[in-house]
């Protein structure tokens, strides 16, 4: 079976996706994954093809107009404006390659959402899928990419409509232009982008890579919905560190890792100041990543003693959580899987989006404290934080998570499922007249 993976964003958007190809790879499919530019040597170290639209993700980080979007809302405006272009331009390369790849399936995250109008255009199956419960309307908690922790049953069931309302006010101007413009799209009629597609007419699965230990399954959802555990890389054991590293975990008690990942900081050098003082007033050791920004290597106070912390740009999750005592993080979903999958006490720091969702799951969990959001974070609290996830009682908390999430099938769920849908849409075929 050929197979196009297509999905957008960072690194966190992208992993997950390697790791269900390289699944799919060994079950003996021919998969491709097409993502922004940056990433094609994690697709191709997993057994796939790399087939990279046109936008490097990494660099429009950078850009003053996301930049700003991260951190206000009249960002967020500008960076809309600003952007229509780029997305036009993600609409024209998405439809080339699943023009020239041709795929029986295609499997996308929603920030490609116009995967399913490509697939009808071609005839093709798409199955959506999600990392964040956000997409699928519940009466069990509010939309996560709300700053709300609950609405009450109908409240929280209206947000998913609000959110997907907002979402098509956002696109629907470019979309309609980029329609006009291509009569083989134009004449498809409408379509929902989180539905997927099939040419026969029947509703197809919806792949949600999350926990159900972290999220527990909402009892209003559909049989449709298949929530698969989270799409784990398998665990890199033979990654070797650099030596500074290897010397620096041996020294003493494992640290604390710091780090947030693909979220650049409105101000790299005060947070690395709030958590060296942290550090400082604790006497804890840590391992600082500075990863696309948010810490900057270069601002270690004299205060704090070489050998209790160590800055980095980046280590595999996988092999380095194990090796620390907490992980402290920007609250992606991603990441925050993958601490507790470690078992390790967790405390998320927040910028936007989903991330304020999973750090109240994490408290709600008892693997961490509240969750500090980066705006306001200060070294008191950061401290503080740092202190609690001390507790025996937390650390048990923990560590039970971790093993239960290392014992869900994750991908291995999510390719049996597209797997089945599969063979049940060609048995239906022989089965026709």
């Known amino acids: 079976m050929r197979i196009l993976i297509l999905t957008f964003g960072s690194r966190g958007d992208v992993q997950p996706y390697v790791a269900l190809g390289a699944a799919l790879r060994t079950r003996g499919h021919e998969v491709a994954v097409s993502?922004?530019?940056?990433?094609?040597?994690m697709i191709e170290a997993g057994g796939l093809a790399a087939v990279p639209l046109s936008v490097d993700v990494?660099?429009?980080l950078e850009t003053p107009e996301i930049q700003g979007a991260l951190h206000s809302f009249a960002g967020k405006v500008r960076a809309w404006r600003a952007s229509r272009a780029m997305t036009r331009r993600l609409f024209d390369d998405m439809w080339e390659v699943a023009r020239a790849l041709r795929p029986d399936l295609m499997v996308y995250h929603p920030k490609a959402f116009v995967v399913p109008l490509l697939a009808k255009a071609l005839g093709r199956v798409a199955v959506p899928s999600f990392l964040q419960p956000a997409y699928v309307p519940t009466a069990a908690f509010p939309n996560p990419v709300l700053p709300f922790a609950g609405l009450g049953s109908l409240g929280n069931r209206a947000s998913y409509g609000l959110v997907g309302l907002l979402m098509r006010l956002g696109t629907r101007a470019v979309l309609r232009d980029w329609r006009r413009d291509r009569p083989e799209i134009a004449?498809?009629?409408?379509?929902d982008p989180v539905e997927g597609h099939d040419p026969r007419g029947a509703g197809v699965l919806r792949l949600h890579a999350h926990s159900r230990h972290v999220v527990p399954t909402p009892p209003d959802w559909a049989a449709r919905e298949r929530v698969t555990g989270y799409w784990f890389t398998a665990p890199e054991d033979d990654w070797q560190p650099p030596e500074a590293l290897s010397r620096f975990l041996a020294a003493g008690p494992p640290p604390v890792y710091?780090?947030?990942?693909?979220?650049?900081?409105?101000?790299?050098?005060?947070m690395t100041r709030v958590v060296l003082d942290a550090l400082a007033a604790t006497g804890r050791r840590g391992l600082l990543a500075t990863g696309w920004g948010g810490l900057?290597?270069?601002?270690?106070s004299q205060q704090v003693l070489a050998q209790q912390v160590l800055v980095i740009e980046a280590a595999p999750h996988s092999w380095?959580?194990?090796?620390?005592?907490?992980?402290?993080?920007h609250g992606g979903a991603g990441t925050t899987h993958e601490a507790l999958r470690w078992g390790r006490p967790t405390i998320v720091c927040p910028v936007f989006g989903d991330q304020p969702f999973w750090g109240r799951r994490v408290q709600a969990l008892g693997a961490g404290?509240?969750?500090?959001p980066q705006k306001r974070l200060t070294a008191a609290a950061l401290a503080a934080a740092l202190s609690a996830v001390r507790d025996p009682a937390l650390v048990n908390h923990a560590a039970a998570l971790g093993a239960a999430l290392r014992a869900e099938p994750g991908v291995a769920a999510a390719v049996e499922a597209l797997e089945t849908l599969m063979a049940e849409r060609s048995a239906r075929s022989l089965a026709e007249p």
């Open 35 to 41: 993502t922004g530019r940056g990433f094609e040597a």
């Open 58 to 60: 990494r660099g429009l």
């Open 187 to 191: 004449r498809l009629g409408p379509w």
């Open 258 to 270: 710091f780090g947030f990942g693909s979220m650049p900081a409105a101000d790299a050098g005060r």
């Open 296 to 300: 900057e290597a270069g601002a270690q």
């Open 320 to 329: 380095l959580f194990p090796h620390c005592a907490a992980v402290v993080h």
């Open 369 to 372: 404290p509240a969750p500090l």
